[in-house]
């Protein structure tokens, strides 16, 4: 590692929980990078994922965004797809989109679909589905709404899925970001994660939280200072 990852390393006690207003400040004091750095978010639940029923899945909108440029693509036709345009959607069609992805072509970071589409759109599960980009009525992303789902992604909405061994990742800002703003999309994240909770989790739900900026140290979080507890 090299001096100012050490550095920034040495900063934080590993085994501490920070309130989560200590936990910013040290994150941002270790973002020194040249380049603006993502905060992200990592939270330990209380889930088997392998069970239908603890299965923890949705969407956040971040009331700050993520300070990202998120590329849209809409599957969609006719006016559904004037719509999607006209919300500011990056990519938009319907078979030739199709035939776009097939070919490796996949120039976007968020998907959307038009609840007719998904026909055409099924044919994609084996390549979005391994990127976290297929098209879920779930999280907002299958709709007719189209117009809004895209400002919705532009504007900061987050998905956000549990992984194999139960941890919940996301984007919740730049560290570029005041520290109020970062707080309060942190909150927001740990809030709809909470509001996730799955009929099949038992005991304690949400276990453990950190943040880290993208070339820094993780920094456990104390819960209850973002509106939760061990018991949640």
Request: charged residues 25%.
């Amino acid at each position: 590692m090299g001096k100012r990852i050490t550095a920034a390393r040495n900063q934080v006690e590993r085994t501490k929980l920070y309130k989560i207003d200590d936990a910013i400040k040290l994150l941002k004091g270790s973002a020194s990078a040249k380049f603006d750095e993502s905060v992200e978010i990592a939270m330990n639940l209380g889930v088997d994922p392998k069970h239908a029923d603890q299965m923890v899945r949705g969407v956040v909108n971040l009331p700050n965004g993520t300070g990202r440029t998120v590329r849209v693509a809409v599957f969609a036709r006719g006016p559904k797809a004037d719509e999607a345009k006209a919300a500011g959607a990056d990519v938009v069609g319907a078979e030739e989109l199709v035939t776009l992805v097939q070919g490796g072509t996949i120039d976007f970071d968020r998907c959307i679909a038009t609840p007719d589409m998904m026909g055409l759109v099924g044919r994609l599960g084996k390549v979005l589905g391994p990127r976290g980009l297929m098209p879920n009525p779930r999280v907002g992303t299958v709709t007719m709404d189209v117009a809004a789902a895209v400002k919705a992604s532009k504007g900061g909405a987050v998905e956000f899925r549990v992984e194999k061994a139960g941890i919940v990742q996301g984007l919740v800002g730049k560290a570029s970001f005041g520290e109020d703003k970062l707080i309060e999309n942190i909150k927001a994240f740990v809030d709809a994660v909470a509001k996730a909770k799955p009929t099949g989790a038992k005991g304690t739900y949400i276990q453990r939280i950190a943040v880290s900026s993208t070339m820094g140290p993780g920094v456990k979080v104390d819960l209850a200072s973002v509106g939760t507890s061990q018991s949640a």
